[in-house]
């Protein structure tokens, strides 16, 4: 599989506060390379979250995400939430530019070349993973500069 060229994109939800009177919550961060378009009539999207995962987690309580479309100049982006066994990720958020989402509260990154809104549709177990589908709510197109950042046999690339 390492082999098949695929997009990269960074999958971001908000994680509610545990106790009503408690801090703001967190918000948390995955870069994944398992994303695809499902259908355009609906709109939805599937992304694959290893199971067991703070993504896979936090999707199976909370039900809005968001997704940015990774630019080539978006490569520390990937790399800083690629990084697995993270305790928090409040603090690589820190110098990233972002606006909250309107609909999902998620965190959408500041020159993606696009970002969808997303709200669970359906998980689906699949081996060590599970495929979670999303009916995009809201799209923007934050930037139309730069290519894609890719990922092919292991490392990140960009169209040549």
Known sequence: MSRLAAGVVLVTAHEPALAPDGPSGEDVGMTATAFMSVSLDPPL??????EGSRMDDLLAEQPLWAVSMLSESQRHIAGRFAMKGRISDRLLFEDIPYVRG???????VGGALAALECRTDQRVPAGDHTLVIGRVLAARLPSADGGPLLYFRGRYRHLG
Do not use: F, I, K, M
């Open 45 to 50: 999207v599937l992304v694959s979250l290893r």
């Open 102 to 108: 309107e609909t999902s509260g998620a965190l959408l």
